[in-house]
T-cell receptor, first 111, second 113 residues
Framework: GAGVSQSPSNKVTEKGKDVELRCDPI?????LYWYRQSLGQGLEFLIY????????KSGLPSDRFSAERTGGSVSTLTIQRTQQEDSAVYLC?????????FGNGTRLTVT | AQSVTQLDSQVPVFEEAPVELRCNYS??????LFWYVQYPNQGLQLLLK??????LVKGINGFEAEFNKSQTSFHLRKPSVHISDTAEYFC???????????FGQGTRLTINP
């Protein structure tokens, strides 16, 4: 079946602009995660949605970052007033149990 | 809170040689342990996981890992590597009963012919 889909695959934006990154999880998966992968930094947890529960936002680095998950399915990660340090690959994953299934990521470059 | 340390950022090996990628974790409670692999320009995929039971876990592509509770380690091994194993490998931990994964910094495995 279809895996986790992320769009766009690449995004170049100017410093100060807002960006939206989209994630379509695997159908039926109740949990959805966003991670950030920066060069040499490993994977940094950002936010986690589980069913109808309040999301775990403990990894969001600043109030410029926010995420929504509509209808328990598609999620959008929004970064406002982008900064150069936001340049990274943003990975989305979904799961039904303990195994996470990852998308190929969105590479964000802030110029 | 749990944490993961991957002791080697890069590991170069020759083709058909054995390899071990090291992972240590820190947690005061029982955990689940995972190894994920990331091929160039792709997302991560699960190699293997330890939830309970036998401490020796076998995964895809001939990899295996051993959970050692006393040493809080979960090292990944393969007896003979191939060029196609060139990738970045991530160790991860979650608390039992929780789903949020904490990842290590990754180990880049480079296979030389």
């Amino acid at each position: 079946g279809a895996g986790v889909s992320q769009s766009p695959s690449n995004k170049v934006t100017e410093k100060g602009k807002d960006v939206e990154l989209r994630c379509d999880p695997i159908s039926g998966h109740t949990a959805l995660y966003w991670y950030r992968q920066s060069l040499g930094q490993g994977l940094e947890f950002l936010i986690y949605f589980q069913g109808n529960s309040a999301p775990d936002k403990s990894g969001l680095p600043s109030d410029r970052f926010s995420a929504e998950r509509t209808g328990g399915s598609v999620s959008t990660l929004t970064i406002q007033r982008t900064q150069q340090e936001d340049s990274a690959v943003y990975l989305c994953a979904s799961s039904l149990g303990v195994t996470l299934h990852f998308g190929n990521g969105t590479r964000l470059t802030v110029t | 809170a749990q944490s993961v340390t991957q002791l080697d950022s890069q590991v170069p090996v020759f083709e058909e040689a054995p390899v071990e990628l090291r992972c240590n974790y820190s947690s005061s409670v029982s955990v689940y342990l995972f190894w994920y692999v990331q091929y160039p320009n792709q997302g991560l995929q699960l190699l293997l996981k330890y939830l309970s039971g036998s401490t020796l876990v076998k995964g895809i592509n001939g990899f295996e890992a051993e959970f050692n509770k006393s040493q809080t380690s979960f090292h990944l091994r393969k007896p003979s590597v191939h060029i196609s194993d060139t990738a970045e490998y991530f160790c991860a931990v979650s608390l039992q009963g929780a789903q949020k994964l904490v990842f290590g910094q990754g180990t880049r495995l480079t296979i030389n012919p």
